[in-house]
């Protein structure tokens, strides 16, 4: 199966993408992966918008053998919940969602935006949603942008967080901040290295450091090490919009290595100068 999740906004009797409407509520589609690849008609099903749920993001399920795909969610703006939904069923079969007991996790909120070198525009960080889901076997991961303050720092900066979860048992295994003083840092992603360790991509910037891909990874339930650089970036962004999400993926194959992308300040482009990075990394 394919899970796709989205938040439905809308106005009243105005059709298409209004300029002023109320959210609704999350919504997810699940659709039949092997007619997808056969390129053959492709059954679906979808659910209305549910307002309990803002930002359900489809777990990238490493699991090949595995029937039932997670959704998880975080409340906006601020909350403790990390919540859950799963399916389990392929069109046009019977399709099966269920919510799952919510797990108490460390407080959360929306991050500030992120300053950068040479201008006084600053990096737009995104605020708390659920930025990146990946489950293996009955591990998860679940990563968001918050706000916090570094220890050292007397400012609230952007911090990456990254929750590792025990779907099988329902429980919090760790949740991780990724911070630094005079620092900020945005839109993690994590994924698994093997069975036991995780990687991390983030962006990072500072009052002297332009958006730049960043990494860092570590064990299961372990402590992350200190981020290192992937790709530097050459010139501040301006544009008021920032890549809104970075990627992590596991090399097959290997036990300790994945690829990292992400957004980073630059010059090539013509309106926008949206800048990408990516890259492989060995964790030893």
């Not at 009243?12 to 959210?23: D, E, Q, R």
């Not at 290295?193 to 332009?210: D, K, P, Y």
Request: glycine share 12%; net charge neutral.
């Amino acid at each position: 199966m394919v899970g796709l999740g989205f938040n439905e906004f809308s106005e009243s009797g105005v059709a298409g993408c209004p300029t002023a409407a109320t959210f609704q509520g999350a919504a997810l589609e699940v659709f039949n992966k092997s007619q997808m690849l056969a390129g053959a008609s492709v059954n679906f099903v979808f659910t209305n918008p549910m307002p309990s749920y803002f930002s359900l993001v489809p777990a990238d399920t490493l699991t090949a053998s595995a029937t039932t795909e997670y959704f998880a969610s975080l409340n906006s703006g601020t909350g403790t919940a990390l919540h859950r939904v799963t399916s389990v069923g392929v069109p046009p079969a019977s399709v099966t969602l269920t919510a799952v007991a919510d797990i108490t996790v460390p407080g959360y909120s929306n991050p500030p935006k992120a300053s950068q070198p040479g201008t006084t525009t600053k990096i737009d960080s995104g605020d708390d949603r659920t930025q990146n889901v990946v489950a293996l076997g009955t591990d998860m991961t679940v990563t968001q942008t918050i706000g916090c303050k570094p220890s050292g720092d007397t400012t609230k900066r952007s911090c990456g967080r990254v929750y590792e979860v025990n779907n099988g048992t329902n429980t919090l295994k760790t949740a991780r901040t990724i911070s630094a003083a005079g620092t900020y840092f945005f839109y993690p992603a994590a994924t698994f290295e093997g069975s036991g360790n995780v990687g991390v991509s983030i962006g990072r910037s500072s009052s002297t450091t332009f958006g730049s891909l960043y990494t860092t990874a570590g064990t299961w339930g372990g402590t992350l090490a200190a981020p290192v650089l992937v790709q530097a970036g050459t010139a501040a962004n301006t544009t008021g919009r920032y890549g809104d999400y970075n990627a992590a993926a596991p090399q097959p194959g290997t036990t300790n290595q994945f690829w990292v992308a992400g957004e980073i300040g630059g010059t090539s482009g013509t309106a926008f100068k949206w800048n990408t990075a990516a890259g492989p990394v060995t964790a030893s």
